[in-house]
């Protein structure tokens, strides 16, 4: 929008020059052909007193594009920091929840148990077995 407003801008600059340099040179007011930079139109009294409104008009649309993508980039700026702020007070929650599990992974009692034995020697039921020792594994061929 800043762009389309700049070449707004632009237009109306380069129609009004040369409608000033058209009329600096008139020597009465109601001659009908403006003649500037080598271009002769014909305008009347009326014609040039529409255009003038047109062009004050087109200056007033150019800078409120200019002024509304302003704010567009504004609250752009204002929308991405805003998101940063909070993608970092995540990051620093999630570091501090992993380290306060970490500590407590650190601090719980750890249990061992021993392999559990399965072979038919010495095999005991308190080592997690039925009572009854396993099946022998089948022969290797």
């Known amino acids: 929008m800043i ?3 700049l070449l ?3 237009a109306v600059a380069g129609v009004g020059t040369w409608i000033y340099l058209a ?3 008139m020597a009465s007011p109601p001659v009908s052909d403006l003649s500037a930079l080598g271009v002769t139109i014909g305008f ?3 014609a040039l007193l529409a255009i003038g409104f047109g062009l004050a008009l087109a200056l007033a649309i150019g800078y409120g ?3 509304a993508g302003i704010g567009r980039k504004s609250r752009q700026r204002k929308e991405r920091k805003s998101l940063e702020r909070e993608a970092q007070e995540n990051r620093k929650v999630a570091e ?3 380290a306060r599990r970490l500590e407590t992974e650190r601090n719980a009692p750890r249990t061992f148990t021993g392999p559990v034995d399965d072979s038919t020697v010495g095999w005991k ?3 997690g077995g039925t009572g009854t020792p396993p099946p022998p ?3 290797r061929s």
Request: negative net charge.
């Open 3 to 5: 762009i389309f407003g």
């Open 44 to 46: 009347s009294p009326l």
């Open 23 to 25: 009329l600096s040179d």
């Open 137 to 139: 594994p089948p022969p």
């Open 65 to 67: 594009l200019i002024r």
């Open 125 to 127: 039921t308190t080592d």
């Open 96 to 98: 501090e929840a992993a």
């Open 8 to 10: 707004l801008l632009l």
